[in-house]
Nanobody, 123 residues
């Protein structure tokens, strides 16, 4: 079992920044690839980014490339998502999730999920 807890969400003005954190606990958490997803009201949950368990390889959705940066500290069992140049379309609940499949962008590929953290961008 892997437990995930997100934090760092909040209200920010358009153009601003936030850093989300996802603290993982459980067995062999460092072996998992960690994804970030988001879900806006009335929309399906969508892929944002994923970081390989090695801490070097990352992959992003086109909509956030160049604005969001994912990183991880395996010693702290924590994954971070830096959100820059935020706009109203980024408003959503952000979730972190864990998978053993590298490069997975489908929610079905992820075995463990956090409870989510709300990000609201005011225009």
């Amino acid at each position: 079992q892997v437990q995930l807890v997100e934090s760092g969400g909040g209200l920010v003005q358009a153009g601003g920044s936030l850093r989300l954190s996802c603290a993982a606990s459980g067995r062999t958490t460092s072996a998992y690839n960690m994804g970030w997803f988001r879900q806006a009201p009335g929309k399906e949950r969508e892929f944002v980014s994923v970081s390989h368990w090695n801490g070097r390889d990352t992959y992003y959705a086109d909509s956030v490339t160049g604005r969001f940066t994912v990183s991880r500290d395996n010693a702290k069992n924590t994954v971070y998502l830096q959100l820059n140049s935020l706009n109203a379309e980024d408003t959503a609940v952000y979730y972190c999730a864990a998978t053993l499949q590298w490069g997975a962008i489908s929610t079905a590929a992820y075995n463990y999920w956090g409870q989510g953290t709300q990000v609201t961008v005011s225009s």
